[in-house]
């Protein structure tokens, strides 16, 4: 090849020579084995590249187990972002793959104005959650344009047939397809990994990036900030949580008609406006003894049989003396397509003959099971009875015990499971590949490392089979996993990047749930629940669990006792009262207390740095700061001044700038938050960073640079919604209104003013909602709404005075400004009167007549 070509497909230039991959000029990583590949495809474009071709190409002169063609085969199809509406390779079934792109060849680079530019990953990221198919698609067009013309008619559709039949995949396929439809986007809620009902609600705000906090259902909360999207949202996998998956599907179609729920279930969800779609199985061939391969490749399971025979084989051609029996199996499994799957995996030790004759045998054996199950349940049932069946003993032990993993695991934590007296270490590796050759177990390459997961049916299977072998005692092994690695999270979060950790880390949030909901059931190990409690800070802060981390702490006091470490109790205490937000309060409650000094005991200094700051913040009134709280702060730095640099040493001087705030001593304030932000920026910490941005505003405006403060602000609520920070949003907003309002835009301060108040109500932060009604009193007022504005200052007053929440000094200034007006405008006694009524009222009351003004209306407007 000439060193000046390069191939040209979609926004994408490919150089052969410099062996380089760029997107709208901007390079892409691709790994040595899979630029390879990606060579080999491009190079042939249009037509058919054999496996075997490619991979005497890739790895020449080397045998190579096929799986590891597939393996590039899906990191080219994802770096290239492949999805329902962008393809650009095509698997041809039985013979390989083919680059159906359109490929251009030019001349050296190719300045990237010449391409149409690609949407930022994060744009792409906020559309939609989908995950990219790993295999290809087979058949369903009729099916997806049924689904698609009662999605268009109803605001719900369930998709309800046996496990394995196919529903999400067909679900997530529509999904793609139809993302230009939804301006919001589409988002997908797998519940399959969740242990209880009362997680649906939360896991959607997760989904979202809404931390369900405080003592708002979760529910109300989603539902608050989906009210005005037209999103398109895929409930999937149902039946285990079908009555809370019911009773959220209602609530959005009650109060969300933009958006259309697609829901997959085994039994319908039972709600008013439901449309039900039976999914059926693939279409199977009819019963012939001289069917030919072409006439059984007219069905579309026999066409999945057939592919799924040559991703597990190498390369797999139906001939017409195998098509017979690949016909009768696909008719035995009714079409199933999990099934179908796992019958063509068999094919590395039997033939087709004898892969249908060990059917026939096992039907005949579950003639008498349950009369009220539905047949394909029976079938699959049967299905994955055989297949078990055909494992060795210590692969049957592996996966059995591989199922105490919700959300699957790497190869160290199958090892922490699996291995025994029975199995030794060395073997799990082994044992696990065989499982993934045998398609019981899948190996996801995507992330940092490898993790192995089974698809959810397998993994009940599998379950059901460990509970019969007593052996209980795995889930006990699987949380001991999971606390040695978030031990190792907790101390590595402090000074790594956000998203190198959340990459290591995030993967495992699901299995570290079950494992603190094992650990506090009723066979669990509370002592270890409380220590798994303890590590739970960090994951809980960077992935906003908040609803989680509440309701673990609150799991975890009652089993405080003398037994347990002194700095797991304090760990366990500080992240308890870490949730409560509010600054001007005069004591320091009892837990605190007792944090610092179970701190100090330990001699955990970290532990002890944040009880500390925790502890000053809360007590920090504006006006001079006291020597006790100063005393706790100067103390909080310096026991991590040696470990710079550290997020929770920039913490600590951002919280002793907020005091020096709070006194007017700006200079100070400025020298220690630049020292915060330098320190964040240096080990990329994304949520500090974002929060040093918040304060530099803050010093801004009450410094009188009220433009500067406005740039630093909007340039923070850019990132905050780029990263879906939705309570730094939140007080961003609020922030914003102040300053807009300071300045007499009365329409972008209301209009702030307004979201925030839903953002902190949708994650239960009252107090900031508080803040919010204030300015938007303070904009009731100067657009001579006064009548409304002292009947919601009224009811702030009162919070206020509840709640000892102080004012600080932008609130204080608009305040001032809003009560000066009011005494102008009214006489005391009918002031005071109206202050009443609304001290009165109740939070919703209170925030319906802050944003029903009508001269507000029209400002807003």
């Not at 837990?591 to 200094?605: L, V």
């Amino acid at each position: 090849m000439s060193g000046s070509i390069s191939y040209l497909f979609a926004e994408f230039c490919l150089n052969p020579t410099r062996r380089t991959l760029t997107c709208a000029g901007v390079p892409v990583e691709l790994g040595s084995r899979a630029m390879d590949v990606l060579l080999a495809l491009v190079s042939r474009a249009g037509e058919v590249a054999t496996k075997a071709d490619i991979m005497a190409e890739v790895w020449p002169g080397v045998v190579v187990e096929e799986n590891n063609l597939t393996t590039q085969i899906a990191t080219v199809r994802r770096v290239l972002g492949e999805t329902g509406t962008a393809r650009f390779i095509q698997t041809v079934p039985g013979r390989g793959y083919r680059f159906v792109a359109e490929v251009r060849v030019g001349g050296g680079a190719v300045p990237a104005a010449s391409l149409a530019p690609l949407p930022p990953p994060e744009a792409v990221g906020e559309r939609h959650n989908l995950p990219t198919e790993s295999s290809s698609f087979i058949g369903r067009g009729r099916e997806l344009a049924e689904i698609r013309a009662r999605l268009e008619a109803r605001a719900l559709v369930t998709l309800v047939g046996a496990g394995g039949v196919g529903k999400t995949r067909v679900a997530l396929r529509l999904a793609g397809d139809l993302l230009d439809n939804f301006p919001d986007g589409v988002f997908l809620l797998e519940l399959a990994p969740l242990t209880e009902p009362r997680l649906v609600a939360e896991a959607l705000c997760r989904v979202l990036g809404v931390p369900a906090t405080g003592d708002r259902p979760a529910e109300a909360v989603a539902i608050s900030v989906l009210r005005q999207k037209r999103m398109l949202l895929v409930l999937d996998t149902c039946e285990h949580v079908l009555s809370a998956a019911a009773s959220l599907a209602a609530g959005i179609l009650r109060n969300c008609p933009g958006l259309r729920v697609l829901a997959t279930s085994r039994e319908a969800l039972g709600v008013a406006g439901e449309a039900v779609y039976p999914m059926p199985s693939l279409a199977v061939p009819n019963a012939s003894q001289g069917m030919t391969a072409a006439e059984a490749l007219r069905s579309d399971a026999v066409r999945l049989f057939t592919e799924r025979a040559a991703d597990a084989l190498g390369s797999y051609d139906l001939t017409d003396a195998d098509a017979p029996a690949v016909a009768t199996i696909c008719r035995r499994l009714d079409g199933v397509p999990l099934a179908t799957e796992l019958a063509a995996a068999r094919l590395r030790m039997l033939k087709p003959a004898e892969i249908a004759a060990r059917l026939e045998d096992v039907f005949r054996l579950l003639t008498g099971g349950s009369r009220t199950a539905l047949p394909r349940q029976q079938t699959l049932r049967a299905t994955m009875d055989w297949s078990f069946s055909l494992l060795s003993e210590a692969e049957q032990v592996v996966l059995r015990r591989l199922s105490v993993f919700v959300d699957g695991c790497p190869l160290k934590g199958a090892v922490a499971v699996a291995c025994g007296a029975d199995i030794p270490a060395e073997d799990v590796f082994d044992l696990v590949s065989a499982l993934v050759a045998k398609s019981l177990v899948a190996a996801d390459t995507t992330g940092q490392v490898t993790r192995f997961r089974m698809l959810e049916a397998t993994r009940q299977y599998a379950a059901e089979r460990l509970l019969e072998a007593g052996e209980i005692g795995r889930h006990r092994d699987m949380a001991a996993y999971i606390l040695a690695t978030f031990r190792r999270a907790e101390a590595a979060w402090p000074t790594q990047a956000t998203m190198q950790w959340l990459a290591q880390y995030g993967p495992a949030a699901e299995n570290f749930r079950a494992a603190i909901d094992w650990a506090f059931g009723v066979h669990g190990d509370a002592a270890l629940g409380v220590s798994l409690v303890a590590v739970s800070g960090a994951i809980a802060e960077e992935m906003s669990l908040q609803t989680d981390l509440r309701r673990w702490t609150d799991a975890a006091l009652p089993h405080l006792n003398e037994a347990t470490p002194k700095a797991e109790a304090a760990a366990v205490l500080y992240l308890h009262t870490m949730l409560i937000k509010r600054i001007g309060t005069e004591t320091v409650p009892v837990e605190r207390q007792q944090a610092i000094a179970w701190f100090r005991e330990a001699g955990d200094a970290v532990g002890l740095s944040r009880a500390l700051r925790q502890t000053a913040i809360a007590r920090a009134m504006p006006g001079a700061a006291s020597a006790d709280v100063l005393g706790m702060l100067d103390e909080a730095v310096s026991l991590l001044r040696h470990l710079a640099p550290h997020k929770d040493l920039a913490t600590a001087l951002a919280h002793t700038g907020g005091v020096y705030f709070l006194s007017a001593r700006l200079d100070e304030c400025r020298k220690l938050n630049e020292a915060a932000l330098a320190m964040r920026q240096a080990l990329g910490d994304r949520s500090g960073v974002l929060a040093s941005s918040v304060n530099m505003a803050e010093l801004l405006f009450l410094d009188g640079d009220v433009p500067a403060a406005l740039r630093y602000a909007t340039a923070a609520e850019s990132e905050a919604r780029r990263c879906n920070a939705v309570a730094t949003l939140a007080l961003i907003l609020c922030n914003l209104a102040g300053y807009r309002l300071h300045g007499d835009d009365l329409a972008g301060g209301a209009a702030a003013a307004a979201e925030a108040l839903g953002l902190s109500r949708a994650i239960g932060q009252d107090y900031l909602a508080v803040m919010c009604l204030e300015h938007l009193a303070l904009a009731l007022t100067l657009s001579g709404e006064i009548v409304r504005a002292a009947q919601v200052l009224g009811f702030v007053d009162a919070h206020y005075k509840s709640a000892g929440q102080t004012r600080e000094w932008l609130e204080q200034a608009g305040h001032d400004r809003m009560v000066a007006r009011l005494q102008a405008a009214l006489p005391p006694d009918r002031l005071q009167s109206l202050r009443d009524e609304g001290a009165a009222w109740a939070p919703e009351s209170a925030d319906a007549a802050a944003l029903r003004g009508a001269t507000l209306e029209r400002a807003v407007a």
